[in-house]
């Protein structure tokens, strides 16, 4: 059993933010920027980037997701701080197509988050969830000596973890983050949430991990791009 209250092994509304994602099957981090077109609706475009990132743990939360293709997300989580100090409990399952995940709010450097670095992180992939959870746990041990600041991470590489056989066998990066850089939280405050995020009219939240369409790559599968540590982070990256 691991921190979040589920396994994160590898296996055989609210105010609506925009969106970082992680692709489980590419090893690869995106942002996805949105923007209306001339007939009312809305056009998405997806963005690598190398995940470079204030993260807010202070307020991650947990639960069960559901991220159906063609079809709105459905997000049921509550904070993880009070299932830690037993003031509240993991949220009922809704359905058999949600599964264990979670929901945090990042905000990317400056280099890589576009017009809005304020980014909503919603991932079942456990590939990602492992990763996720060696970092939150490092942040657990290292943060009482960091008051009122958050943790800068960084990926600095992606795992292939291969499982299944034959035509059943897929292949998935699983990304190991590591904390650079402590930062004052500045203006990465609490969103005000409710248990499933809204979107804009004809938007679609693109699932993170099992199910998400991979990149483009004229139909060959190509290897994760390697990522470089960054030595020295500063404020000014966030400013």
Same mark, same amino acid.
């Given at each position: 059993?691991?921190v979040?209250?589920?396994?994160? #092994?590898?296996s055989?509304?609210?105010?609506?933010?925009?969106?970082?994602?992680y692709?489980?099957?590419?090893?690869?981090?995106?942002r996805?920027?949105?923007?209306?077109?001339?007939?009312g609706?809305?056009d998405s475009?997806?963005?690598?980037?190398?995940f470079?990132?204030?993260?807010?743990?202070?307020? @991650? #939360?947990?639960?069960?997701?559901?991220?159906?293709p063609?079809q709105?997300?459905? @997000? $049921? $989580?509550?904070?993880? #701080?009070?299932?830690?100090?037993?003031?509240?409990?993991?949220?009922?399952r809704?359905?058999?197509?949600?599964?264990?995940?979670i929901?945090?709010?990042v905000?990317l450097?400056?280099?890589?988050?576009?017009?809005? %670095?304020?980014r909503?992180?919603?991932?079942s992939?456990k590939?990602f969830?492992?990763?996720?959870?060696?970092?939150?746990? /490092?942040?657990?041990?290292?943060r009482?000596?960091?008051?009122?600041?958050?943790?800068?991470?960084?990926? #600095?590489?992606?795992?292939p973890?291969t499982?299944?056989?034959g035509?059943?066998?897929?292949?998935?990066?699983?990304?190991?983050f590591?904390?650079?850089?402590?930062?004052?939280?500045?203006?990465?405050?609490? /969103?005000?949430?409710? +248990?499933?995020?809204?979107?804009?009219?004809?938007?679609?939240h693109?699932?993170?991990g099992?199910? +998400?369409?991979? %990149?483009?790559t004229?139909?060959?599968? $190509?290897?994760? %791009?390697? /990522?470089q540590?960054?030595?020295?982070?500063?404020?000014?990256?966030?400013?």
């Open positions: 059993m691991s979040f209250g589920f396994s994160t #092994e590898p055989s509304g609210g105010d609506w933010l925009p969106i970082a994602t692709d489980a099957r590419a090893g690869r981090f995106f996805i920027d949105r923007s209306q077109d001339g007939s609706g809305w475009e997806k963005v690598d980037i190398a470079k990132a204030m993260v807010d743990f202070d307020n @991650i #939360e947990v639960g069960w997701l559901n991220f159906t063609g709105a997300p459905s @997000i $049921v $989580v509550v904070p993880l #701080e009070g299932i830690t100090k037993g003031t509240s409990k993991m949220p009922d809704p359905s058999e197509l949600h599964k264990n995940g929901r945090m709010v905000k450097a400056k280099d890589i988050g576009g017009e809005k %670095p304020f909503e992180m919603a991932s992939a590939a969830l492992g990763g996720i959870e060696a970092a939150y746990n /490092q942040y657990l041990a290292e009482a000596g960091h008051p009122g600041q958050l943790p800068v991470l960084i990926c #600095e590489k992606t795992t973890i499982t299944g056989t035509k059943n066998q897929s292949t998935n990066y699983a990304p190991t590591k904390i650079v850089a402590w930062l004052p939280r500045g203006d990465l405050q609490p /969103q005000p949430r409710g +248990a499933n995020p809204t979107q804009p009219a004809g938007g679609s693109p699932s993170n099992s199910g +998400a369409a991979a %990149p483009a004229g139909g060959q599968r $190509v290897s994760p %791009p390697a /990522q540590p960054q030595q020295t982070v500063s404020a000014d990256d966030f400013g």
